[in-house]
């Protein structure tokens, strides 16, 4: 759940007024995106989203944010466009806090992935990890290998209370995962948060096909191994509400994403482990949310326990064969 | 905050292809109204508000409610305006509720009160009180004095835990209120939730003035006396942040309504102890709220004493002259 800030009419129109976009007729909070507070904006002109960054967003990584956004939007992916004011500047402010606005993409997230939808994914990443090779700003992951440990530190005396022998089980993995991390693989830019609630598919008026008409979110956004990415969509799209892989859908992404990047041989061999890695990654941050968040909190507490599930998953596997790849 | 129901975009493509509204271009859970889950809904004809109606709407409720904001809309009050399905029917049910799609409106609501508010929202309701006369469906208020004090037996154990000496407070007004209540006032269709958040205005372009635009969230209306309806109001609108009384703004709103639907001068004496009832209505709610949502919850919790402040005024109150009238 989203909007923590009250943003009153009279600031709004102020705000809007510095901007080229028409007179504000509607303004509603949205119910999307935990970080920040969202707004569903409507001019006379057009929809847009505002956005209020709030307390978890770094001001000085907001540059790059807006600025890659711009950058692949340029380029022809389908992501949000900052707006600029009138004074030029894409980053302002509002009721104190950084704010901007970005042009709302049409499409609604899947909430049953289909094997279309993993194909389209897989294009659409690699046509994101090609086009962001020239973006010239950077930022460090710092949820990667090196940021996994410090975060299990700090939920590693109650990690058990969410399930016996966890704490031992995740103390085991990270220790392989800090050894074994490849550093040598293709870098670039990746979006590092790609789940279904950030891809958007329309269905085409004509042709009746689902297309993916947008990709959202890009607040992970950084520069890492780019199989990385891939990793946490095999996590994010190929597995079954019961747990189980979907080894079909994994191949359709893999598959698609190859015709636009073809993948070193090298990646395609550490595709297990940097998903074991992935499946580390958002255990941890959902292991630590889950012992932070208060039970009655309205916020929708994300199992960790999902992850752990995807883990042995990977752990299980021997090869990228298992992606459903040859 | 709302929105508890997740749609599907299947779900959603199927309930809209029902509808003569074109094809969904995008649908956003709304972070307003408390009782329903709110979309808005864009298609590629217009925008919408679709709700999906939760657990503490009552289903028979529904044809009322919906009727009326069509009657209403029908004579020209800016209220939102249910849309038919091909079959005719504006309720229909999504994801095993009742949902319906109506109108959006344009505007936002005010955070700021003004005084020009005050004389729109007057107008604006007598407007209401007017054309609502002729509806022909009725619905009784619950939350009118019968209501009040099986919500007071509810909280009365804790209530002091809120404040000491509350429980004492509250049972000896309820029993004034019960025994001077008037029932012989005009009576009619009523809001009974007129608050600043359910009254949307709109800065018009050409004259850079505020004009009113809308009234929505029509889920407490119902058939009572009409001036409770301006008691609501004068509690809703006119104290100021810090808890003072605005005369004057209560002026300008009595002034503007009484220009609309002139009030006998029964209405006007009974306005104290109509504001006083009022007052207590909400500092029910808001203590039964109080008491029975989780500190922890999300969802912000609105101080029950702010209305105990609100009686004590209106307790200290002779005669309507208060409110600025003659």
Redesign the interface.
């Known amino acids: 759940?989203?909007?923590y800030t009250?943003?009153?009419?009279?600031e709004?129109?102020d705000f809007v007024a510095g901007y080229d976009i028409g007179?504000?007729?509607?303004?509603?909070?949205?119910?999307?995106g935990v970080e920040n507070s969202n707004y569903?904006l409507?001019t006379d002109c057009a929809?847009y989203i505002l956005t209020l960054y709030e307390k978890r967003a770094k001001p000085a990584d907001l540059p790059f944010f807006l600025g890659l956004m711009e950058y692949l939007a340029n380029r022809g992916l389908p992501c949000p466009t900052p707006v600029h004011a009138r004074d030029g500047r894409a980053l302002r402010e509002l009721c104190g806090r950084p704010a901007a606005i970005v042009t709302?993409?049409?499409?609604?997230?899947?909430?049953?992935i289909s094997v279309g939808h993993c194909a389209a994914l897989g294009e659409a990443m690699a046509d994101m990890h090609v086009k962001g090779g020239g973006f010239a700003m950077a930022r460090p992951n710092d949820l990667s290998v090196a940021g996994w440990r410090p975060l299990f530190e700090a939920c590693r005396e109650r990690a058990d209370e969410v399930k016996s022998g966890l704490a031992d089980i995740v103390d085991r993995e990270l220790a392989l995962l800090e050894r074994q991390w490849p550093t040598d693989l293709p870098s670039g830019l990746i979006h590092a948060d790609l789940f279904p609630d950030n891809v958007f598919?329309?269905?085409d008026?004509e042709t009746r096909r689902e297309r993916l008409s947008g990709i959202i979110d890009f607040y992970f956004a950084c520069n890492d191994q780019l199989a990385y990415d891939i990793a946490i969509c095999l996590n994010a799209w190929c597995f079954e509400p019961d747990g189980s892989f979907n080894a079909t859908k994994a191949r359709m992404m893999l598959n698609a994403y190859r015709k636009v990047r073809p993948m070193t041989a090298a990646e395609l061999d550490a595709l297990p482990l940097l998903a074991r890695g992935s499946a580390m990654r958002f255990l941890l941050t959902r292991l630590y949310d889950w012992l932070n968040t208060?039970?009655?909190?309205?916020?929708k507490r994300k199992d960790p326990l999902e992850y752990l599930g995807k883990l042995r998953f990977h752990r299980g596997v021997t090869g990228p064969g298992a992606y459903g790849i040859a």
């Open positions: 759940m989203a909007v009250e943003v009153s009419d009279e709004l129109e007179e504000v007729v509607s303004c509603k909070g949205i119910a999307e569903l409507q929809s709302l993409l049409k499409g609604m997230w899947p909430r049953r598919f329309l269905t008026k208060p039970a009655g909190a309205f916020v």
